[in-house]
Each structure stands twice: as structure tokens, then as C-alpha cells.
């Protein structure tokens, strides 16, 4: 079946067309919501309730494939947004700019991936998330707008900018681009023309 087959067969409440769908989805989920931050609950607990309520308002849904994933996205993001004030209302430092889990000071990450999400908590919020859809979920342009809350200009616009922002620290601090295991490459994908309208 293709990926719009089981999106409709899961409108009609096939199960298997849901465990279909949640392969597809939901370790991509979890690792979006482990990216921003979720205060005070889980990414597995969000990433939960996020599919409960696709669950419940499937039948309304109107889209491909490729609209799902946007659409449960965005219903992670509303769920996401309300778990960070909640968090805030508590305990206001989990607003803070840091990405959670990132030690902000000098001693070096551990693994690739520390590395990686170090790197990427440099960023601004809508930078670093736009970065993680479109690079780290492979999400196009138009799924991560949705995804977001944003236009896909905005979305090219920030993919760009971060781009050209991690390019520049990597030059300017070459010690950056140094993994646990040796050097790792600076990004190849930062854009050196202006990016495209639309």
C-alpha cells in the first residue's frame, strides 16, 4: 500500500494500517520532541498523547501521506507548547535558551550525538528546529511548515540562515568539527546563495 492507502485505511479504523503509521512516525516523533524540550514531561509522553488524539480526530482529517506526518506534528507541537507552560508556571528556567540535556560549559561531549545536539543548541529556537526537521527528520519544506506553525518561506529562510550560522562557527573554532573519534566534517549543505523564494 502507499503511504496515502494507509492513511485512508486508517480512517476506516484498520489496526494495521495504524501500526503501519506509527512505524513510519513515531521514533521520528519522539526524537523532535526530545530537540525542543518538554519541561517537565516526557518526549514518549507527549509523543502518546499526540497520537491519541490523531486517533480520535482521524476521520476529519483531509490529506496525503505527507499531510499526516505535518498534521500529527503539528498536534505534537499544541501539546508541546501547553507541557512547556505548565513546566514554566514551576519552574520558569526551563524557558531557558539552552536545548535541555546540553551542558552549556567547556567539557567536551561524549558521543556524536552530544556533539551534534551541542552544536545545534547554538542555534535560535526556530533555527535549531527547522534544522532538526529538515536535516535530522528528513522532512520537506512544506511538511516541516506545517509541523512548525510556520510559512515555508520561513522555513527556507531559517534552514539557510542556521546553515550559514554552523558554517561560520565551524571556521571561525575549528576544534568544533572534533567528534569523540576524531574530526567530522563541517556541514556540506549550507547554501551559499540566497535561498529561494516561494
Known sequence: MTSDDIVAAAQRGDPEAWRELYRAHATRLVVWLRARGTGDETPED??????LVAAEKIAGFEGDGDAFAAWLFGIARHHLANARRRSARRDPSVLAPTAPGLDPGPEPATTGSDWARRLLATL??????????REVLDMDVPTTATALGLRPVAVRV???????RLRGRLDADPAETSGPTGPTAAPTAAPTAAPEAG
Do not use: G
Not at 124 to 133: A, I, L
Open 46 to 51: 507527549i509523543a502518546a498523547a499526540s497520537w
Open 124 to 133: 535560535p529556537e526556530r533555527e535549531r528546529d527547522v534544522v532538526t526537521c
Open 158 to 164: 531559517a534552514h539557510h540562515r542556521a546553515l550559514k
